[in-house]
Structure formats: structure tokens, C-alpha cells
């Protein structure tokens, strides 16, 4: 393992075999804390390969709890976070539009690291169910079309780095790797990639995992999101095959600032009023990023898209969704 490191420190990329082998032993507790934190460190200082990340990738998913399920296909909408921004929860808005619109939808997240709200935060302030056991979960997702699955309850071979990186407090390869390691696997998912400069790695890695689809997307302005201020590179992957677009927010509407949030009730009330469409700005933010998945299940044009989650949330029926999945009893 000291070679493996020091070949690390050289800012030199590991092949696929000493990744697995890395990440195995990581996940088995067989490496101390100090040189865990010392691969992080140096994987962040190097710069992670698409080969590194999906090899850890692959190793969580052979340690991760499954979620067994009937309803597919289904989609996720967890992004990699970590942007900084504090904006409101766009990903999480997505995923009840989806299931507004009849999706199944299986969202992997936590509560917030960086930003002001997480997934699992918005989703408990808002009265929806999120600290159910694996059983509950899945009798409320067979009966909704929804649930929402907290990643620590799937992923108990992370207590083995989860000290580790709450000790660092810096973006580590894990921070890349929740998106894909859903206790699900969802056929379908889009991922906002946080950090921009990692996009492209970020999208091979993505294609390497050949049986999925799915749509990775950062904004010119550093969101994972699609922006509304800023163009958003997107990169669209079928089968492990790669092609890229980039959407222009001039387009579809004249462009304006990112809604950003400062407290947890500002979270919910911009949250709330985005997918009943009370606040129109909000709603066209939520609706473009809907928009993508759209493309991805469908293949319906962005424009398309755009307009038709726009229709439903003026519908009410977004918000008739939310309220449905409000305290239910599993």
C-alpha cells in the first residue's frame, strides 16, 4: 500500500487493478486512518481519473445494501453537490416533478455537507418520510412511485471513511461517487456534477458503468445544475456511449440570477413555491433541469420538455404529489 501511495504523492494515476484493490481494502477497514486520509489527500491533489473513480465506484457497489424493488424503470436525480452555492433544492424539485408526471423515482442523497439544505433535509422539513427502515422504504415506494433512500443506511461499509472525511473537511473522491452507487440502480439518472473541472472525467467514468443512461451536466457559473444565468455543458451517455450539448438559459427564457437560499425556511418556502408555480422564476428553473431528464427517459427535446413540466406544475398537480407523500403511513 506504501507504493500505491507514494506513487500517488508522485501525482501518478493508478491502474484499474490497484484502484480496486485500494478502494477494497478501504472499504474492508483494513487501512488505518492515517493512510486513508493520506490516498485522499493525494488523489484530490493529483486530480482523480475516470478510471479511479469508477473503480471506487464499482467497489461500494459490491458493499452497498440493495434496495430491492418491482417498479421499474425508475430514475435518479442525486447530483454530486458540493458547488458551494446554497441554492435551492433544484435536484430534489425534479424528482417530484418526475413523479408528478407518473416516473418512478428512486432519489439517493443525504443531508446537506456543504450547502445551507440537503436532499434528505428539504424532503423532512416538507413532512415527507425519510428515516424509515429498508422494509418501510420499499412499501412506500411500491405504493407512491417515490422514496427516498439515505445513503448511510445503505452504505455501512463507509463508517470505515466517514470520520476520516468529516476530520478533513475538503471535497474527496467520495464526494463524486453517491450519484453513482444508488442502492437502487436506477436505469436512468442525472447527475450535476458540482465542480465543473471535473466534468469530463467525471462523464468517462459514467460510461464505463455500460448498462445505464444517463445525462451529466455542469453550468458555466459553477452550479450542478442547469443554470439559468450561464450556459450548462451536458453530456449524454447511451450505452456507454458519449455525446455532448450545451444549453443556452437564452433560449428557452431571458436569463436571470440563481435563486440561492439563506435558511432552511426560506429552502421550503422558495421549494414549495417553485413546484405549485407561485414563483415563476423558480418554477422555470426547476422546469429546465426537468426538462433533461425528459430527454433522457423520452427523448423529448429540451424545448419540449420545458414546456410541458411547465404545464403541469401550473396544473397543481406537482404540489397535489408533495402533499400526497406528506405523512404517509407505511
Do not use: W
Not at 461500494?60 to 442525486?78: A, Q, S, V, W, Y
Not at 459514467?206 to 452550479?223: H, M, N, R
Not at 433522457?296 to 401550473?314: A, H, P, Q, R
Request: glycine share 8%; hydrophobic share 40%.
Amino acid at each position: 500500500m506504501f507504493e500505491t501511495l507514494k506513487k500517488l504523492f508522485n501525482g501518478e494515476d493508478l491502474t484499474l487493478a490497484e484502484s480496486l484493490k485500494l478502494f477494497e481494502k478501504m472499504m474492508k477497514g483494513e487501512l488505518d486512518s492515517e493512510i486513508i486520509s493520506a490516498v485522499l489527500i493525494a488523489l484530490r491533489l493529483k486530480g482523480e481519473t475516470a478510471t479511479e473513480i469508477f473503480a471506487a465506484a464499482k467497489i461500494l457497489n459490491e458493499f452497498k445494501l440493495l434496495f430491492e424493488h418491482k417498479r421499474r424503470p425508475c430514475i435518479d436525480t442525486c447530483g454530486t453537490g458540493g458547488d458551494g452555492k446554497n441554492c435551492v433544492n433544484v435536484s430534489t424539485a425534479v424528482s417530484i416533478i418526475l413523479s408528478a408526471l407518473g416516473y418512478n423515482v428512486v432519489k439517493h442523497g443525504n443531508v446537506a455537507i456543504s450547502g445551507k439544505v440537503g436532499s434528505a433535509d428539504i424532503l423532512e422539513l416538507l413532512g415527507i418520510p425519510i428515516k424509515l427502515t429498508v422494509e418501510e422504504m420499499q412499501e412506500f415506494y411500491e405504493k407512491n412511485g417515490f422514496v427516498f433512500l439515505l445513503a448511510p443506511v445503505f452504505h455501512p461499509a463507509m463508517r470505515n471513511v466517514a470520520p476520516i472525511r468529516k476530520k478533513l473537511g475538503v471535497p474527496t473522491i467520495f464526494n463524486l461517487l453517491g450519484p453513482l452507487v444508488n442502492p437502487a440502480n436506477p436505469e436512468y439518472q442525472i447527475i450535476g456534477v458540482g465542480d465543473k473541472t471535473k466534468l469530463d472525467v467525471y462523464a468517462q467514468a459514467a460510461s464505463k458503468f455500460t448498462k445505464k443512461k444517463f445525462i451529466i451536466y455542469s453550468s458555466y457559473d459553477g452550479y450542478d445544475e442547469v443554470s439559468t444565468k450561464e450556459p450548462t455543458r451536458c453530456y449524454k451517455i447511451i450505452d456507454g456511449q458519449i455525446s455532448e450539448f450545451v444549453l443556452k438559459p437564452e433560449d428557452f427564457f431571458e436569463p436571470f440570477e440563481m435563486p440561492n437560499v439563506c435558511s432552511k425556511e426560506e429552502a421550503v418556502k422558495l421549494f414549495v413555491d417553485g413546484i405549485s408555480g407561485k414563483n415563476e422564476k423558480v418554477s422555470i428553473l426547476f422546469a429546465i433541469n426537468t426538462a433533461l431528464a425528459l430527454n433522457l427517459i423520452e427523448n423529448l427535446s429540451i424545448d419540449d420538455g420545458f414546456e410541458k413540466t411547465l404545464e403541469i406544475i401550473k396544473s397543481g398537480k406537482v404540489l397535489e404529489k408533495l402533499e400526497s407523500l406528506k405523512g404517509v403511513e407505511v
